[in-house]
């Protein structure tokens, strides 16, 4: 494939430097053959359709009120998605930010692993390869998983996959798991090997739902949602300013890896402890 593009080295500069901040930024044109890149694939989990009570009244508002949910068969990857995957993606589309401007992920962070060496985008820490991707944007995670064939769970389907049937308040089991083995995850770094934790296994089998990193999902947030919405399948707000995130993140407190917990953040938004996954329908 025979592609003229502005060299990494641009956006890098930037990220590292600023623009306008009294240097010359230099663009570096290249023209070469890229080989077409497939994505990565991760295991994935079969979740059946079936019912389940979504919310919970025992905790904040946003949470509740319990409501019963129907959804339909879908498949969600095992892990969060890795800087090896993400690396992939970047090198694909030879590029930082969508069509209409979006940033996809803030190349420069400092807690992002990827970055730029003379042989172009790599991953930096090699011990990190497999530990979730961070620093990308609702707007960078919708566009990993349409370009993998899937897309962003809804909050419904997130909590579905890590909750079950069973009304369990962790994905594990309906107690936290033991504040020593929190703290040692806490202290061994922000993040860690997607599946290391394997206590953090939920009700279907998927990896890391109540720790490593919290998790985009497709939704626009509102908290008052579940007063209104439907009970097949569904998809959120039809508009808003913030778009949902689930998952415990790097805390190490039990009651932030709740299955429940509801998070928000702009779309355009990156962090240290948010990452995502994808679904993919049948």
């Excluded at 039809?238 to 998952?247: D, K, L, P, Q």
């Excluded at 190490?252 to 299955?259: A, E, G, I, K, L």
Aim: aromatic share 12%.
């Amino acid at each position: 494939m025979k592609t003229r593009w502005y060299f990494w080295l641009v956006v890098w500069i930037a990220g590292m430097y600023g623009c306008g901040q009294g240097g010359n930024t230099v663009a570096v044109e290249e023209e070469e053959d890229f080989p077409s890149i497939e994505p990565i694939r991760g295991e994935t989990v079969t979740i059946p359709s079936g019912s389940f009570i979504m919310g919970s009244d025992d905790f904040a508002e946003p949470e509740s009120p319990p409501h019963p949910v129907a959804l339909n068969p879908f498949r969600i990857d095992k892990f969060e998605i890795t800087n090896r995957q993400y690396a992939a993606y970047l090198n694909a589309i030879q590029r930082v930010v969508d069509a209409d401007g979006n940033e996809l992920v803030d190349i420069g962070d400092r807690d992002l692993q990827l970055g730029f060496t003379v042989n172009g985008l790599e991953i930096l820490n090699p011990e990190a390869t497999d530990h979730p991707v961070v620093e990308v944007s609702w707007y960078g995670a919708t566009a990993y998983c349409e370009w993998a064939g899937g897309r962003l769970p809804t909050e419904a389907e997130w909590e579905y996959a890590a909750r079950g049937t069973d009304g369990r308040h962790y994905p594990w089991a309906n107690d936290p798991l033991d504040i020593g083995l929190l703290f040692d995850w806490s202290t061994a770094g922000p993040t860690a090997t997607v599946g290391s934790h394997k206590e953090d296994v939920s009700f279907f089998g998927v990896s890391d739902m109540g720790g490593n990193v919290a998790e985009w999902v497709s939704d626009w947030y509102d908290q008052h949602y579940y007063k209104t919405s439907p009970q097949d399948n569904p998809r959120g707000p039809e508009m808003g300013i913030r778009r949902s995130a689930r998952g415990g993140a790097t805390s190490p407190r039990p009651r932030d890896m709740r299955v429940t917990v509801r998070r928000r953040y702009p779309p355009g938004v990156t962090g240290r402890s948010v990452g995502f996954r994808c679904v993919y329908d049948p």
